[in-house]
T-cell receptor
Framework: SAVISQKPSRDICQRGTSLTIQCQVDSQVTMMFWYRQQPGQSLTLIATANQGSEATYESGFVIDKFPISRPNLTFSTLTVSNMSPEDSSIYLC?????????????FGSGTRLTVV | DAKTTQPTSMDCAEGRAANLPCNHSTISGNEYVYWYRQIHSQGPQYIIHGLKNNETNEMASLIITEDRKSSTLILPHATLRDTAVYYCIVRGGGANSKLTFGKGITLSVRP
């Protein structure tokens, strides 16, 4: 199955700044996804990132706040812009492809973001 | 995708079987039942999935009722390392189908 590396694993940021999170997959995958997990909560899908097209955002998430890039089939970035303490969460990258046998989806171990 | 309902939490003794129930009464014919778990501070981990037949792998067994409106994940010999949040997810087939997580069930395995 595909293995995902996410960077950074954690960060503490000042409010009003932006952080870009990188997601690298060790094989080409069709779909990549970004999730947010607020403290004590389940995972919420932010957007689906497709190579060669704009990301598709879920209700409640906008491109200006969470710009996403997908320059090729193995890499994606999520930027959390103009951060506030409410953005403190774990951000997780996920990938889907038929090459991931049985599993379908694989996940990175997440980026733990604290905004102060 | 169909919605799932799980109890909030349950516990079991180490070495015993853990049976985690899930209701998905609005599941449609082409939707699969997936189970993932999330151990503290890690990304979700795939456990098993099925369409209508019971499935077993090295981690667990999945029992799906004949009407497919509910299922049970069975961890045959729970260990302390199985303490985690377990998510039951219904997902349609195809590349454009997303994984939508509910609240999951917190399983606590006690010594």
């Amino acid at each position: 199955s595909a293995v995902i590396s996410q960077k950074p694993s954690r960060d503490i940021c000042q409010r009003g700044t932006s952080l870009t999170i990188q997601c690298q997959v060790d094989s080409q995958v069709t779909m990549m996804f970004w999730y947010r997990q607020q403290p004590g909560q389940s995972l919420t899908l932010i957007a689906t990132a497709n190579q060669g097209s704009e990301a598709t955002y879920e209700s409640g998430f906008v491109i200006d706040k969470f710009p996403i890039s997908r320059p090729n089939l193995t890499f994606s970035t999520l930027t959390v812009s103009n951060m506030s303490p409410e953005d403190s969460s774990i951000y997780l990258c996920s990938a889907w492809d038929v090459i991931i046998p049985n599993y379908g989806y694989t996940f990175g171990s997440g980026t733990r973001l604290t905004v102060v | 995708d169909a919605k799932t309902t799980q109890p909030t939490s349950m516990d079991c003794a180490e070495g015993r079987a853990a049976n985690l129930p899930c209701n998905h009464s609005t599941i449609s014919g082409n939707e699969y039942v997936y189970w993932y778990r999330q151990i503290h501070s890690q990304g979700p981990q795939y456990i098993i999935h099925g369409l209508k037949n019971n499935e077993t792998n090295e981690m667990a067994s999945l029992i799906i009722t004949e009407d497919r409106k509910s299922s049970t994940l069975i961890l045959p010999h729970a260990t302390l390392r199985d303490t985690a949040v377990y998510y039951c997810i219904v997902r349609g087939g195809g590349a454009n189908s997303k994984l939508t997580f509910g609240k999951g069930i917190t399983l606590s395995v006690r010594p």
